[in-house]
C-alpha cells in the first residue's frame, strides 16, 4: 500500500519568512496530494491540492509543487503570519490496487510562526 | 463550513463497550471514508463507503465495521472496545465521479474516551 513520509516534523519561523515541508509518496499510480490544515481541536481542513497531471498549484501565499518521477511533492508558504501556526499534514490518494480512493497521510508538521 | 457533521462530539466509553458514531456527508457527495486520528499522530484510513457498500478498509479489526444510508449518512461502530480506541474519529465525504475519488472534506470529528 501506500506510504508517505513528511518532513520536517517541526518548523518555527519569523513572521514574513517562508516555511517549506516536504513529502514523499511510494504509489506510483496516487494521483491526488491534498494538504490539510488543522488547528487544535479543530477538523482537518483543505488549503492547497494537485493532481498528478500538473506541477505546481499556487493560491495566494501557498503553493505545492510536485515531482512525479522522483515521487515528492512540497508547500510552500510565504510570507507567513501567526495565524499560519497549525499542524500540517500532507495525503496522497491512491490509484490502484488497495490504495484506490483511500487518503494516506503523512506524520504531520507543527508549523510555529513567531510574531 | 464544510457541511460534513458529527455526532457526537464528545464519548466516553468502558473497555468491552460498544460505540455508534454518526456522520452527515455534504449535499451532493456520495462517498463517506472514516479516518481515526490518535493523539499526535495523522488521521489513519478505516474504511470508505460508496454507494452504500464498503469500498475500501484500512488496517483495522472486523470489531469496526460501517454502513452507509441511501441519503449517504454514515454509521461507524466499534464492538468490544479497547483502551487504544481513545481518539479523534474524523469522517470525510466526497464525490466520487467515474471513478475518481478526491478533495474529501472532513467533519468536526467525534473524541470517543475509553476508560
Known amino acids: 500500500g501506500e506510504n508517505v513520509e513528511q518532513h520536517p516534523s517541526t518548523l518555527s519561523v519569523q513572521e514574513g519568512d517562508s516555511a517549506v515541508i516536504k513529502c514523499t509518496y511510494s504509489?506510483?499510480?496516487?494521483?491526488?496530494f491534498p494538504w490539510y490544515k488543522q488547528e487544535l481541536g479543530k477538523r482537518p481542513q483543505l488549503i492547497i491540492d494537485?493532481?498528478?497531471?500538473?506541477g505546481e498549484k499556487k493560491d495566494q501565499r501557498i503553493a505545492v509543487t510536485l515531482n512525479k518521477t522522483a515521487k515528492h511533492f512540497s508547500l510552500h508558504i510565504t510570507e507567513t503570519q501567526p495565524e499560519d501556526s497549525a499542524v500540517y499534514f500532507c495525503a496522497a490518494i491512491g490509484g490502484g490496487g488497495t490504495s484506490y480512493g483511500k487518503l494516506t497521510f503523512g506524520q504531520g508538521t507543527i508549523l510555529t510562526v513567531h510574531p | 463550513e464544510t457541511g460534513v457533521t458529527q455526532s457526537p462530539t464528545h464519548l466516553i466509553k468502558t473497555r468491552g463497550q460498544q460505540v455508534t458514531l454518526r456522520c452527515s456527508s455534504q449535499?451532493?457527495?456520495?462517498?463517506v471514508s472514516w479516518y481515526q486520528q490518535a493523539l499526535g499522530q495523522g488521521p489513519q484510513f478505516i474504511f470508505q463507503y460508496y454507494r452504500e457498500e464498503e469500498n475500501g478498509r484500512g488496517n483495522f479489526p472486523p470489531r469496526f465495521s460501517g454502513l452507509q444510508f441511501p441519503n449517504y449518512s454514515s454509521e461507524l461502530n466499534v464492538n468490544a472496545l479497547e483502551l487504544d480506541d481513545s481518539a479523534l474519529y474524523l469522517c470525510?465525504?466526497?464525490?466520487?465521479?467515474?471513478?475518481?475519488?478526491?478533495?474529501?472534506?472532513f467533519g468536526p470529528g467525534t473524541r470517543l474516551t475509553v476508560l
Open positions: 449535499s451532493g457527495h456520495n462517498t
Open positions: 494537485i493532481r498528478s497531471n500538473v
Open positions: 504509489d506510483s499510480a496516487s494521483n491526488y
Open positions: 470525510a465525504s466526497s464525490l466520487a465521479l467515474a471513478g475518481a475519488r478526491n478533495e474529501q472534506f
